[in-house]
């Protein structure tokens, strides 16, 4: 099996990646039942899974596969509170895309 990571997105990067697991890191500005809207850079929709517990106004990383209408089908969610840099989360992300060849590779 080859290796192959995981990108770290915010909401432009993610026609990119239709189809691929991504990694998300943002602020939960609400929560609609299996739903829920995430701001990374701009909003982002993620159908949560049944082990996803997360609360409105806090920071929360998602691991999902990105659907064609850009939504993200949450596979695993981990609730960060509510004392997260976000500024500092979608610099990462901006980073890892400018410098791919270190940090994203198929």
Same mark, same amino acid.
């Given at each position: ?7 770290r ?5 993610l ?20 739903? +829920? ?5 701009? $909003? ?7 082990? #996803?517990? &997360?609360?409105a *106004? =806090?920071? +929360?990383?998602l691991?999902?596969?990105v $659907?064609?209408?850009l939504?993200?089908k949450v596979? #695993?969610? &981990?609730?960060? *509170? =509510? ?9 990462v992300?901006k ?6 060849? &270190?940090?994203?590779?198929?």
């Open positions: 099996m080859e290796a192959s990571s995981t990108a997105v915010i909401c432009s990067y026609d990119s990646y239709v189809g691929k697991n991504v990694i998300v890191v943002g602020k939960v500005v609400q929560i609609r039942g299996d739903e +829920a809207v995430i701001d990374a850079d701009g $909003n982002i929709t993620a159908h949560l899974n049944r082990g #996803s517990h &997360l609360a *106004g =806090n920071g +929360a990383q691991i999902g596969k $659907n064609p209408d939504s993200v596979l #695993s969610s &981990l609730d960060l *509170g =509510n004392n997260v840099d976000f500024s500092l989360a979608n610099l992300a980073v890892s895309h400018q410098n791919k060849d &270190l940090f994203i590779y198929d």
